[in-house]
């Protein structure tokens, strides 16, 4: 599926769409959050998505 031709590409993505799901946050900013606790950097992480209206796959709204 990787050698999919530039032209048949939007057919494959409509057919079989794929999600980027985040559920951690290594860098906000030009800093890095590594040495963070993982619980404040998902609370940036989930920050950031409701600052930028984002949502889950499972709950877009259409």
């Given at each position: 599926?990787?050698?999919?031709?530039?032209?048949?590409a939007?057919?494959?993505?409509?057919?079989?769409?794929a999600?980027?799901?985040?559920?951690?946050?290594?860098?906000?900013?030009?800093?890095?959050?590594?040495?963070?606790?993982?619980?404040?950097?998902?609370?940036?992480?989930?920050?950031?998505?409701?600052?930028?209206?984002?949502?889950?796959?499972?709950?877009?709204?259409?």
């Amino acid at each position: 599926m990787a050698a999919v031709r530039a032209r048949s590409a939007p057919a494959l993505a409509a057919s079989a769409p794929a999600f980027f799901i985040a559920f951690d946050i290594l860098q906000a900013g030009g800093t890095e959050l590594l040495s963070l606790p993982y619980r404040e950097r998902r609370r940036r992480l989930e920050v950031l998505f409701a600052a930028d209206a984002l949502t889950a796959p499972g709950r877009c709204v259409r």
